[in-house]
Structures are given as structure tokens and as C-alpha cells.
């Protein structure tokens, strides 16, 4: 090998060497990394080291409520900062690690069904122990105001869906069962829309308080029986229910039509009995006002009779008319002598 060739090698060789020092002697690339909100997400910044650089992640879980909205992010974009970890002796031996941890809550609504004979049926018991099953449709969602409260109530890992088929089916099915227990298994169709409602209203408002909201709640496709004979028993009793509610129904509109007829044949009889009155009353007028007219020509005729009697008198003094002894003759006026006088219209009967 000739001088030159051994002036390159060295170079090459000292080249090699310094390119491996250096190398070793810085840190690797920090890659910057972003993380995305959607529209239907909240996003909350949960620092997990702390400003003496203790790992913060585990006290997370117990920091209170003001704590997560205090690390609420509006941002749909932003990039997550990075902290090199050290591993070993030499400058590359470590790696990034994010100081930050992005919590994604979605308050998309989540709507599904509670089936029969699944995981997360409804199921429940009579006080005589008799099994049966009530499906269940449900619309719950996250509000933007109550992310940090749910949060703080739930693992943050855990999903709504999760939290719906285990905590809120199983809150349900605790208090409707403590309802239905008490009562017997002919009792329960006729309470079951009372029970469910009363047991919706609370769970609304036990959700609330923990950042979930029941939009709604309900049963659907009537009650399923474990025992096939019960659901035949009570399907029975049902329809001999119905049937005789429509004969009630039936009795009471006949009763009712019968107290219509009589009302309206006492309404007659009433009016009948007013118009007989009226006409009795019209009658004993009528008779009294002739009795009183008779009585009035009574005593015009006697006046008249008297006026002529006068009359005559006067006439027969005129005449010359006497008796012996020279007393003046007395006539007796009577309707005869009336008309034989000429007078016969003056007497009215």
C-alpha cells in the first residue's frame, strides 16, 4: 500500500469514527405528533408529569371534577409535546415519551335496545319468585357541559356504551326489582307502566348527577315469562278481563239510555201536568169571572128594574091613576109588565 493510499484509509477511517461518535452523542429525532378533535368530541389536556417531573398518570383518576374542566381544550387540532426519557449510559439510549394525555369524550347519542335473553336483558322477579323479562329501548347521551363530570364518575377508558350495558342496566334492573318483588306475579301487567315510569324518572336524575343524560327510556313488546303456563294463565285472565269490562261498558250504556227515558218521561209528565193545571186554572178563571158578571147583571137588573118600577109609577100619577080613598095604585114592575110598558129592552139577562 503506497503513502497515498494509506493517507485515504486513515481519513475514511477517522471519518468512520467521528460519524459514530456523534452519532452516539445526540438524541434521536423528536417527530412531532398531532392529535385531531372531531366535531362530536370533547377533548380535555391531562398533564402526566408534574413541574419536578414525577409521572403524574395515576392521580388522574382521583383529581376532582374543576380539575377536568380546568384541562378542557377547544382546539380540534393540536400538537402533543414530547419528553426524552433516558435509558442508559449513552446520549440515544432513551425515548420520547408524551407529556400530556389527550382524553376524548364523544357526546354523539347512543341508541340501542335492552333484548330478552341477552347480557343486558332486563330481568326480574315476582314475590313468588316467578321469572320474567321486559324489553327496554334507550337514547343516552353526553352533554358538552357534563363531559368533566363524567369523566370524574367514570374511568376515563371507559366508554358510554360500556357504562350503559353495565352501570345504568344494572341500576335499572336493582330498582325495578325491588318494586316487582313485592307483588304477585297476576299484579304485575296492571303496575308494570307505573313502576317503569317511576323508575325512569329517578334514573334520569341519578345519570344527571353523574354527567349522563337518559333522553329516554322505555319498554317495549310486553312482559316475557320464563314460565310458559304463567303467560297462558295471564293471557286468560286478560282477555276474561276485557270481555267483561265490555259487558260493564255495555250494562252502563243501557242504564244510561234507561235514565235518559225516564228523564225525558218525567220532563213529559211534568209538562203534561203543568199544561193540565194551566188548563184547570184557565177553567176556574173562567168560571169565576161568569159567576162575577152574573153577579154584576144581577144587580144592573135590579137597578133597572127599580128605575122602571119608579118609572111606572110616575106614569100611572100622570094618568090619574088611583084607588079608593084617593091613594095612588102601586104596579109591581116585573119583566111581563115591562114589555106590556113598552120597556122590555131595559131588562138585560
Known sequence: MNKTSKIVAGIIGIVIVFLLVFLFCIRPYDKPTFAEVESNETAFLIPLFSDNGTNTED??????????????????????????????RWVRSGHYVDTVKVIKVSRTPISG???????????LETKESSGFQIPMAYNIKITAEDCAKYLYNYSPSKKLQEVIDTNINKWIVGQMNERFHALSYMEVSENKDRIINDVVLEAKDYFKDRGITIESLTAYDGIYWDDKAIEDS???????????????????????????????????AAVELVDAKKERDKANLKASTMNVLKQQQEIENSRILAEAQASAIKIAAEKGTSVPGGQATTFVINSDSLQSLGLGDLMKR
Do not use: C
Open 59 to 88: 392521580q388522574v383518576k382521583i383529581d376532582s371534577e374543576k380539575y377536568y374542566q380546568e384541562h378542557m381544550v377547544q382546539d380540534k387540532l393540536f400538537q402533543i409535546p414530547h419528553k426524552w426519557i433516558k435509558t442508559g
Open 113 to 123: 335496545v335492552w333484548e330478552p335473553n341477552s347480557n343486558t336483558s332486563i330481568k
Open 234 to 268: 295471564i293471557s286468560k285472565l286478560v282477555n276474561a278481563q276485557a270481555t267483561q269490562r265490555a259487558k260493564d261498558e255495555e250494562l252502563k250504556v243501557t242504564l244510561k239510555q234507561k235514565e235518559i227515558d225516564i228523564a225525558k218521561a218525567e220532563a213529559k
